[in-house]
């Protein structure tokens, strides 16, 4: 029987069993082992390892962005929102479209779920198409940074951004749930509105969502073009004030259901996203894109036995982003249509051991309809297993984790010729140790290795793309990629002091790159450099530390100082990698007390003359921002926020975006708003 079929059954008897579980109301639900360390902490992870872990006690390097953080968040998209955190940058393609880069890698090397399921559209195809999903739909985002994320994808070697919300609610509310929210910013007259609502009808909790925003071209402190592009290319920078082209709007709606049981659930959803943005690359070209997803999810929890619980998930998405260059004028049509499914079986904790065993598939169709199509349609085919096991002792503990991944990848070339079909296996495994020499302080030290199969666009892309403006050729002969990571993590939290530092060195065999020919392609006498992939070796190392100190103290109120800094350096064999973001420091003045919280942020970032031949380099800048939130009644149900963001105005350009020298980040910006949670 074949590797999808079985993950298939797998899921198939995972959902199964979770239905039987309503009907088992009568029955107990599991108990859970109290000398469960992930128990006794307040901030346990999920998307790590499905049994869950506090980032304060794994070696895996994690952020979290909680339902009240996200309440008061900017209407951003899921790339400019994470943009500023510890080893987080962000494309930047436009308002409408970005996605996340961690530690200084992108596209396939980053996963983006939803729920532990990926989004099955097509960011990773160009830096111009956007994440199907919105921050505003989430009730927590957590980022995963670095190749330890087995139990998500082995191919994931930057890490992984998962999107949680409780569409398909997990437990049954205590009469109504929800949360409404609007606000408006003045860089780009944006306004949005955001709200959710769960409540229960005997034994099923349903779930209803929903999200608008709207933007138009935001103000720009500088002109659009920068000091050295116009210095290389001898023309003038032209006028400022507003970024051409890049208004965004979003709708987007969804609604879930499950049955909840005294053992576990069994529910499924269905979502609509539309958003129509402008691509800033070029000044009439708009993009309007549409996906319709159905999900099912369960959860069956058992009182006896090795297992704790089963749990399956199935997702399918229907995708179309569409490229017009003026109103009424398709182009390039991008298609994806497929469905992914994993099931687990977590181990029920043993004397401080953890575990899971999982199996996940994927099957998608993408397709590239038009004149302007750079990479041909092609059918992606994807099966794994995997496990991550963990003990934890009083002063000592292993993490570790397995992973085999076959994908297969079929296209029709676009220069013609037969069909080719490429077959990869790749192995993915971690190991880790750490102990805890005195309370409060965690040192640990883990080795990955991970494999990434070629994606579609690394094989087979033979044409000009217009967003990047180069023409792609990819290598139908690539073969897998390979890393193996090295990686120390403490953690500290004791009296005033808290903090987490990340130092990490990664060196690649056969790390897929795109570079320079020398050579040009001339279309309607324009000439655009002619790039190849390659496969060379590399090394990234880097760091990512955070810390907070407590000032002072009294009651409910208090004064904190926060700091946190970030750095990579990577390089290959033909020299600096590209689009590698510059060194960061941060720091911010916090004050917190019952009704009311403010922080003044100083954030740095440096210059970035580390560069591929073909770059320019970016001038670092210093942005300064102020924030507060006022919960004026004494329930907290209501929250008055606002935030002064780039408060001097500076010019500040994003190092790893392609649009990074014909279009600044946003100039000062005024946003305000209000959210109710009921």
Request: glycine share 12%; hydrophobic share 40%; aromatic share 8%.
């Amino acid at each position: 029987m074949s590797l999808a079929l079985v993950s298939r059954a797998a899921l198939v008897t995972a959902l199964g069993w979770s239905a039987l579980a309503g009907a088992a109301a009568a029955q107990s639900a599991a108990a859970q082992d109290p000398r469960d360390p992930a128990i006794a902490l307040d901030d346990v992870i999920v998307t790590g390892a499905p049994f869950g872990i506090s980032a304060r006690a794994t070696t895996i390097a994690t952020t979290v962005i909680d339902e009240e953080a996200l309440a008061t968040a900017p209407a951003a998209s899921l790339g400019d929102l994470v943009n500023g955190l510890p080893g987080v940058r962000s494309t930047d393609f436009a308002p409408g479209a970005s996605r996340p880069v961690i530690r200084g890698l992108s596209g396939p090397r980053v996963q983006v779920l939803t729920n532990g399921i990926g989004l099955i559209d097509a960011s990773s195809v160009s830096p111009d198409h956007q994440v199907a999903t919105d921050p505003a739909e989430a009730n927590r985002i957590e980022i995963v940074r670095g190749p330890a994320t087995l139990a998500y994808g082995g191919t994931a070697i930057g890490g992984v951004v998962n999107v949680i919300d409780n569409r398909i609610p997990t437990e049954m509310p205590e009469g109504l749930d929800g949360l409404v929210s609007a606000q408006a910013s003045s860089v780009d007259n944006g306004w949005s509105t955001s709200g959710r609502l769960t409540f229960g009808l005997g034994p099923i909790a349903i779930n209803i969502d929903g999200v608008e925003k709207t933007s138009d071209d935001y103000d720009i402190p500088s002109p659009s073009l920068s000091q050295r592009r116009a210095a290389a290319d001898g023309v003038a920078r032209g006028p400022g004030g507003t970024q051409v082209n890049s208004f965004a709007e979003l709708e987007s709606w969804g609604a879930g259901a499950s049955w909840i049981g005294s053992r576990g659930f069994i529910g499924a959803s269905y979502k609509d996203l539309g958003s129509t943005y402008g691509t800033v690359a070029e000044p009439d070209v708009f993009i309007q894109l549409e996906q319709t997803r159905e999900d099912v999810r369960g959860e069956l929890r058992f009182d006896v036995g090795p297992f704790q619980k089963l749990t399956g998930s199935y997702g399918h998405a229907d995708y179309t982003h569409t490229e017009f260059e003026g109103p009424g004028m398709p182009g390039t049509v991008f298609q994806s249509d497929g469905w992914e499914a994993r099931s687990d079986l977590v181990q029920r904790t043993r004397d401080g051991w953890n575990g899971a065993v999982g199996v996940q598939t994927l099957s998608r169709s993408f397709a590239a309809i038009g004149t302007e199509a750079f990479v041909p349609s092609s059918q992606i085919e994807e099966a794994g297993v995997y496990t991550v096991q963990r003990l934890d002792r009083a002063g000592w503990g292993l993490e570790g984790g397995l992973r085999y991944d076959r994908r297969s990848v079929t296209a029709t070339p676009l220069s013609g010729g037969p069909e080719i079909s490429r077959d990869f296996g790749n192995w993915s495994g971690s190991a880790a140790a750490f102990i805890k020499p005195i309370p409060n302080l965690f040192l640990g030290l883990s080795l990955a290795h991970n494999e990434r199969a070629p994606s579609e666009v690394e094989l087979f892309a033979d044409g000009l793309h217009v967003a990047t403006g180069v023409y792609e050729r990819g290598d139908v002969r690539l073969d897998n990629e390979t890393v193996n990571t090295l990686e120390g993590t403490i953690h500290y939290a004791a009296g005033r002091f808290r903090g987490d530092l990340h130092v990490y060195a990664s060196s690649y065999d056969g790390f897929i790159d795109e570079r320079d020919t020398g050579t040009v392609f001339v279309d309607g006498g324009e000439s655009f450099p002619i790039f190849q992939f390659v496969q060379t070796g590399a090394e990234f190392r880097g760091f990512e530390a955070e810390g907070e100190y407590d000032l002072w103290t009294s009651g409910d109120r208090s004064l904190s100082l926060e700091g946190a800094a970030d750095f990579v350096d990577a390089r290959t064999d033909q020299g600096p990698a590209a689009r590698i973001p510059p060194y960061s420091l941060t720091g911010r003045l916090k004050w917190a007390s019952t009704p009311f919280d403010a922080a003044l942020e100083v954030r740095r970032v440096g210059e970035q003359d580390q560069l591929a031949a073909y770059e320019l380099g970016t001038d670092g800048y210093t942005m300064v921002n102020l924030s507060g939130v006022w919960r004026p009644f004494a329930d907290k149900a209501v929250t008055l926020f606002a935030e002064g963001h780039n408060l001097t105005d500076v010019e500040a350009r994003e190092h790893v975006s392609f649009l990074k020298d014909v279009a600044p980040l946003p100039g000062r910006n005024l946003r305000a708003g209000v959210s109710y949670r009921f």
